[in-house]
């Protein structure tokens, strides 16, 4: 080999190099862009941050054992071999934590398989899911919220008096039961309302007539006031 080779070889290596280190900086990037969302939407109980701080380490870490194994059968079956031998017992907890674990590995091995048009698309792709479904979340909650089961009870105010009162104060109601026992009028409504000013008129409102009454809100089976 002469020395044109050598300085064609070289020249290879630097190109080979500087792609990269372009590929690991946009690892880095995706994977930084993930624990940010993961610390702020994750659902697990735990140090979040703690968890996602190790985000960028491990899609760098498997981006380089990809670069550097993908063109020699050999150090893939030493890599293998030493995987045998290396047992990971990290206690995944919760389901969530192993879904974001192999999106950061699999943009370790987009980007050192040299594939980072492919791996930016697929991450952009996945994102945009995530959002879609935390926005949709979101609302289901904001929905739920607004729904409520009411539980009444007065020895003074009928089932008409009770629903003339809600009728002025909700936006909507329901009348799911209707009850008498010893005097007392039970009545149970599921209602839906915009505020939670409306709930606060609505007791007062009832409470203005009959100081003796019985008032139950509750929020999918935990009492709320």
């Known amino acids: 080999m002469d020395f044109s080779d050598i300085l064609r070889d070289y020249s290879l290596d630097v190109l080979d ?5 372009l590929n690991a900086l946009l ?4 994977s930084w862009i993930l624990s940010i969302y993961y610390n702020r939407f994750g659902r697990v109980i735990g140090n979040r941050s703690r968890f996602s701080g190790n985000f960028m380490l491990l899609a760098l870490t498997t981006m380089l054992i990809i670069y550097i194994v993908k063109s020699s059968i050999a150090l893939s079956l030493g890599l293998v071999g ?13 389901p969530e934590e192993l879904v974001y674990l192999f999106l950061v590995i699999g943009i370790g091995l987009g980007m050192g398989a040299n594939q980072p048009g492919i791996t930016i698309l697929a991450f952009v792709l996945i994102m945009a899911l995530l959002i879609l ?23 003074f105010l009928s089932e008409e008096d009770i629903n003339a009162i809600l009728l002025e104060k909700v936006p909507a109601l329901s009348l799911k039961r209707l009850s008498t026992d010893k005097g007392l009028t039970h009545v149970v409504y599921d209602i839906e309302f915009d505020s939670m000013d409306q709930i606060s008129q609505v007791k007062s409102a009832l409470l203005a ?4 009454l019985s008032f139950s809100l509750i929020d999918q089976g935990q009492l709320s006031t």
Not at 82 to 94: H, P, T
Not at 137 to 150: F, H, P, R, T
Not at 209 to 212: A, R
């Open 82 to 94: 030493a995987l045998s031998i290396v047992r990971f017992r990290a206690a995944i907890k919760e």
């Open 27 to 30: 690892a880095a990037l995706l």
């Open 209 to 212: 007539k009959d100081p003796d």
């Open 17 to 21: 190099h500087g792609q990269f280190v």
């Open 133 to 155: 479904t935390q926005v949709s979340k979101a609302k289901s909650i904001l929905a739920a919220d607004k729904q409520m089961v009411l539980h009444v009870s007065s020895a």
